[in-house]
């Protein structure tokens, strides 16, 4: 039996019209200009260090919540599943049990997979790198499957092979300088990755 963990945002879903979405309106409503498709292209790292690069470091936590209340209304309804993202996670289901590890905030996460179907066995938000680490760990898992640098980082702190999958921002050389075992063109390769259990 293998529990095999998943990245959220650009590796199960393509978050970018969504995120792009509240993105805008947290613009219009703070008066600070933000670059969304900046913002959008480089998913992975938390929103708190994200809007920092946008709106003065007193605002942040504001803007944060502010960000979370919308996006359930805004973002998620905009949000799709990646091809093969359904079966990959009913594959891993079937190997013993998948979990979701993400830098999102845990109940839009939750919200997320819940609106979209997706037959996720778990779901673990606000965690990134070392935190992702931690959550691998505390859940057993054998394997996780994500599309930054940085997931490829958890999984090498959490002693599991790290898949990269080239649905993000992320090259295939940038994933495999990072420690990923294996690299992917998209979830519907994902049965190559499970060899590595």
Avoid: C
Avoid at 32 to 49: C, F, K, Q
Avoid at 72 to 89: Q, R, Y
């Amino acid at each position: 039996m293998s529990r095999i963990g998943f990245d959220l945002d650009m590796t199960l879903i393509d978050s970018r019209p969504g995120i792009g979405a509240v993105m805008h309106r947290i613009a219009e409503e703070s008066g600070h200009a933000i670059d969304v498709d900046l913002a959008t292209s480089r998913l992975g790292p938390p929103l708190s260090w994200e809007l920092a690069h946008w709106v003065p470091a007193d605002e942040v936590d504001h803007w944060v919540a502010r960000y979370r209340a919308l996006y359930p209304g805004i973002a998620i309804p905009a949000t799709l599943a990646l091809p093969g993202a359904a079966d990959a996670l009913a594959a891993a289901n079937a190997l013993g049990g998948s979990l979701v590890v993400t830098a999102k905030h845990a109940p839009n996460a939750r919200k997320q997979v819940d609106h979209l179907g997706l037959p996720a066995g778990s779901v673990h938000g606000d965690a990134w790198r070392e935190q992702k680490a931690e959550v691998l760990l505390a859940q057993g898992a054998d394997l996780y499957v994500g599309d930054h640098v940085h997931d490829m980082d958890a999984a090498r702190l959490a002693g599991v092979p790290g898949v990269g999958v080239l649905t993000g921002t992320s090259s295939a050389d940038e994933l495999r300088a990072a420690g990923a075992a294996l690299v992917i063109d998209s979830l519907l390769d994902v049965e190559r990755a499970f060899e590595l259990l």
